[in-house]
């Protein structure tokens, strides 16, 4: 008899998909999160339920073939789940760094300033080679000096012992093609419109179980 | 990159690095340095050629935007990897080499890719004949069974890359495999038929939907150029 995995599900957006205009278009977040984000909950579903059959049947090989699709599919729904509550509408007292105070603090310590930690992560973020993201990652237990801007391929996730996804910004072209074409230094410019300190500074506050509570909730 | 693909392919012309003008002074040594610089291709058609498969606005942004990007980013590289060189800083030739793979394999990847294509007025589209049809039934039974075998390779690139034809220059047998990112074909095996599965290189026409990009841009696939490779 096979074992039933969870089954995760897509988790609502915390604002309507034109909230973020006119630095992401309604038609780009619409895709993103219905499409895009839908289609890795789909497969990592599909994953793990051929990964439960073949525990079921202490199928070893199976279970390690099953690695490549489960972190891509996987690594897609954490880091997506992660980036929508990474945005708030620029209007929102959310996206001002004030909503941010500890984290700030600690991104000035490490950089010199907000807008040296800004250069630092466009200039990252624009010399990614393919797809990806790049991530503010803070240390669990560390000093504030263990914030690091870190660039995974892909859709591997952050997700090493102890390692807080505080702030993540999707590099894939279709986060932002449909709008900004190959001009990816313009979505890079506009993104920091809507990132939302406030959900930094709880990240950066809290744990890495903390973070990812958001999966928990669309399981 | 192998000396025997410039020689051997109609590409030639199109990477062939054309000499340069200016010349770059080397700073304190007072070296100059003088070397060919990779140009942007022309399309042998129009931007508008390949539609419905492919619109002309997909084409326009990804030759004269896209391609021209690695262009340019690749002389760049070319130009530090020079001065390292001149200088014999080996760490500095080493720090370079991702950017050369990557931007050098962006040129290389899409020049052989827009010769890959065609309108159909073209023979876009137009079943391989001779040898190559003679090896792709012999490995694969047929041309749709290959299609579908390429169909399902290109759908199962996690992130950004590029599916191959490919010949093994050591057998000579044919085979299909991805590469990541801009990885050109390069050391074994020899590239014959190469689609981009980069999200630009469609998401303006079919969004997320790639499995019909996939599907529609066998229309426009110009064997001939896979078969002048194939040796």
Redesign the interface.
């Known amino acids: 008899m096979d074992a039933k995995p969870a089954q995760f599900h897509l988790p609502p957006l915390p604002y309507a998909y034109h909230a973020l205009e006119p630095h992401i278009s309604r038609q780009i977040m619409e895709l993103h999160h219905t499409k895009h984000h839908q289609t890795y909950i789909t497969n990592l579903n599909a994953a793990l339920q051929t990964q439960a059959t073949a525990m079921s049947t202490s199928d070893l090989a199976t279970q390690i073939s099953l690695r490549a699709a489960i972190t891509f599919n996987g690594g897609g729904h954490i880091n997506h789940s992660l980036f929508w509550l990474n945005m708030a509408p620029a209007s929102s007292p959310d996206t001002k760094t004030s909503s941010a105070p500890t984290l700030t603090e600690a991104i000035i310590r490490k950089w010199g300033g907000e807008k040296e930690f800004k250069d630092a992560f466009s200039k990252a973020l624009l010399g990614i080679q393919g797809s990806g993201w790049g991530w503010l990652v803070k240390q669990e237990g560390a000093k504030e000096s263990s914030l690091t801007i870190v660039i995974t391929k892909d859709q591997d996730p952050v997700v090493g012992a102890g390692q807080v996804p505080v702030l993540g910004i999707d590099m894939w072209e279709h986060a932002y093609y449909l709008q900004y074409l190959n001009g990816k230094a313009a979505y890079v410019e506009n993104i920091w419109n809507v990132i939302n300190w406030k959900v930094a500074e709880e990240r950066y506050l809290g744990a890495q179980a903390d973070a990812f509570k958001v999966l928990k909730a669309s399981m | 990159m192998s000396a025997t693909l410039l020689r051997a392919s109609t590409l030639r012309a199109a990477l062939r690095a054309a000499p340069v003008a200016s010349s770059k002074r080397a700073g304190l040594v007072g070296a100059t340095f003088v070397r060919g610089k990779a140009t942007l291709p022309d399309l042998p058609y129009d931007y508008g050629a390949l539609e419905p498969a492919i619109s002309g606005k997909i084409m326009e ?1 990804h030759h004269k ?2 391609h021209n ?1 690695y262009v340019n980013s690749y002389n760049q590289a070319a130009e530090k990897m020079a001065e390292a060189q001149s200088k014999e800083d080996i760490k500095a030739q080493i720090a370079l080499l ?1 950017l050369i793979n ?1 931007h050098g394999g962006g040129h290389i990847n899409h020049t052989l890719f827009w010769e890959n294509l065609a309108p159909t007025s073209q023979g876009g589209g137009k079943p391989p004949s001779g040898a190559l049809a003679k090896a792709i039934d012999d490995g694969y039974g047929s041309l749709d069974t290959l299609k579908e075998k390429f169909n399902t390779a290109l759908a199962g690139i ?4 590029w599916a191959w034809l490919v010949q093994d220059t050591q057998t000579g047998k044919i085979a299909i495999k991805t590469y ?3 990885d050109p074909v390069v050391g074994q095996f020899r590239p014959l038929l190469g689609i981009d599965a ?3 290189a469609y ?2 026409d079919y ?2 939907r790639k499995a019909e990009y996939f599907k529609a841009v066998w229309n426009v696939v110009n064997w001939k150029a896979a078969e002048k490779r194939f040796q």
């Not at chain 2, 996690?158 to 890359?161: H, R, T």
């Open positions: 942004l935007m896209h990007t991702p990557f996690q992130g950004s890359g990541a990112n801009q980069w999200e630009h998401y303006l969004q997320n």
